[in-house]
């Protein structure tokens, strides 16, 4: 799936909107979300556009793996394994999906309640 140009995270990823970015390589980019719900709120997000869950291919499962691998690097380097952090993926409107590209959530640096809202 190439860039779709009415995607605001397409759009960062081609470096045409700014962002605070704190990881890119070849396949991912991370960037600390505009609009924070806690402390810590960054965005990991595929370099392919993929606009939800239910649009995945096997062809992505190494792509999808790498989302985590990413996250599991920047907590680390935030220094949020002791008090933990949670990770979200919210999939379609109904769930709280605004932006139709996936991306996961990575949250910390506050209590977090459980079952979520
Ligand atoms: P979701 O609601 O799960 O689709 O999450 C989308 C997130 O993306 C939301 O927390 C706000 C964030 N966001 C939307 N537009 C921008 C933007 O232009 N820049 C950044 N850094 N984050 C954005």
């Not at 096997?58 to 599991?72: K, Q």
Request: net charge neutral; aromatic share 6%.
């Amino acid at each position: 799936m190439s860039a779709d140009p009415n995607c605001i995270f397409c759009k960062i990823i081609e470096k045409k909107t700014p962002a605070s970015v704190v990881h890119e390589d070849e396949h991912a980019i991370a960037f600390e979300d505009v609009n924070p719900q806690a402390p810590v709120h960054t965005l990991i997000v595929p370099k392919k556009h993929i606009p939800d869950i239910h649009s995945i291919t096997v062809a992505d499962r190494e792509l999808v793996g790498h989302l985590f691998f990413v996250a599991r690097k920047i907590a680390a380097q935030k220094g949020l394994e002791k008090n933990g952090y949670r990770m979200v993926i919210n999939n379609g409107p109904g769930a709280g999906q605004t932006v139709l590209h996936i991306h996961l959530h990575l949250l910390s640096g506050r209590a977090f309640h459980w079952p979520p809202g």
